[in-house]
């Protein structure tokens, strides 16, 4: 992830969207983030995207309205953006769940952490 990336992170829990912002906030620099509370929400977020190369997607499994393996399968389904990596979070460390991620079109899993200094680590696994 280089300096100059735009996140669209889809959560709908309102702390887990801050910590996870936060978190990336300390480890890189010049992030611009484009929050969503759902699936739906994120597919509208991205029809405005430009250069999808500077895009990464960090979306949650289990949102209201359309869920993360739904958000993801629309987004590959259109080849404007079917390039854009993107990564699943999720607080199930199932690896069923996990499969279906990345047999929608996921590039990486990753299971949601619990403490803060958990987010830091994910945002040091992201930046590798």
Do not use: C, W
Not at 12 to 31: G, M, S, T, V, Y
Not at 90 to 101: G, H, I
């Amino acid at each position: 992830m280089n300096n100059s990336r735009i996140i669209y992170l889809a959560d709908d829990d309102p702390d887990d969207r801050f910590l996870i912002k936060e978190a990336i906030n300390e480890i890189h620099n010049r992030i611009t983030f484009i929050e969503a509370e759902n699936g739906l929400e994120l597919l509208d977020s991205i029809e405005s995207l430009t250069d999808p190369s500077q895009a990464l997607i960090l979306l949650d499994m289990n949102m209201p309205m359309m869920n993360g393996i739904e958000a993801i399968t629309a987004i590959r389904n259109n080849p404007r953006f079917s390039g854009i990596e993107a990564i699943m979070i999720s607080t199930s460390s199932d690896p069923s769940l996990a499969e279906r991620a990345f047999q929608a079109g996921v590039n990486s899993y990753f299971t949601k952490p619990d403490t803060y200094e958990g987010f830091i680590n994910l945002a040091r696994q992201l930046k590798a």
